[in-house]
């Protein structure tokens, strides 16, 4: 005997309708990034990427919970998640590198040429990799490690500029260099994801993002001691990458 189709109530309709929207309210982070970097407010543009990365991080864990594939099941939210994703986490950062590419602590190195073609090869390279990487299948292994570098370009751009601080001309080959990395096909870590090591992924991510956000509260002021709090889990993200792709 054929099972019956469900029907699901209207509060259910309207709860899976209101995760679609959460998750597409991401674009409106994207909006709001795009004019703050607009307006040279690095810092306000990586407070909307922060709230946005936050949406991606816990409409998947709503979707489940209210079974929004079931009760919508003509929606496909990943497609959403795509579209929000590519701009959040490779064309905002494209732009965000090009407006600060010779800037330090929010301030034009005046001492450097604004050269264009430095600029544009470099955020051009960043978008073109990033697209191409957005068709490869797979993109994550079976035991969820990312396969190349993953397009990230938020914490790149995060990193280089309110952490790592390095000096302007540096900026273009720290570009390239994590350009090249999204064709070399050795695991990268999906902290919130893998098995191994897990419990200290979850502390590690924790001391990241309380360094952060306390990073961030700061600006522009950066005391030494919060950099090296806020940048501990990328030499923990490298070893981690390291040991995943070489230990015997």
Not at 30 to 58: K, Q, R, S
Not at 141 to 166: E, R
């Amino acid at each position: 005997m054929q099972n019956e189709k469900r029907t699901f109530t209207s509060l259910e309709k309207a709860l899976a309708w209101g995760v679609h929207l959460f998750t597409a309210s991401g674009v409106v982070f994207a909006l709001l990034a795009i004019i703050a970097i607009a307006n040279h407010d690095f810092w306000l543009c990586m407070i909307w990427l922060m709230v946005a990365f936050f949406i991606d991080g816990v409409d998947g864990m709503l979707a489940r919970k209210f079974n929004v594939k079931e009760v919508l099941p003509f929606m496909e939210g990943k497609n959403i998640d795509f579209v929000i994703d590519f701009a959040n986490y490779a064309i905002i950062p494209a732009y965000f590198l090009y407006e600060a590419f010779w800037m330090v602590n929010g301030e034009k190195v005046s001492v450097l040429p604004d050269v264009e073609w430095v600029k544009l090869t470099a955020v051009s390279a960043l978008l073109l990799v990033s697209a191409i990487y957005y068709g490869k299948e797979p993109m994550v292994s079976k035991d969820m490690y990312f396969i190349g570098f993953p397009v990230m370009w938020n914490a790149v751009a995060y990193f280089m500029f309110f952490v790592v601080k390095p000096a302007p001309w540096i900026n273009f080959w720290i570009i390239i260099l994590f350009a090249i990395l999204h064709f070399v096909p050795w695991k990268y870590a999906y902290p919130s994801q893998n098995k191994r090591f897990q419990a200290l992924n979850w502390l590690m991510g924790l001391v990241f993002l309380l360094g952060n956000v306390y990073l961030l509260y700061l600006y522009p002021e950066s005391p030494l001691w919060v950099r090296i709090a806020a940048g501990t889990f990328l030499p923990y993200i490298l070893w981690h990458t390291f040991w995943v792709n070489f230990k015997k």
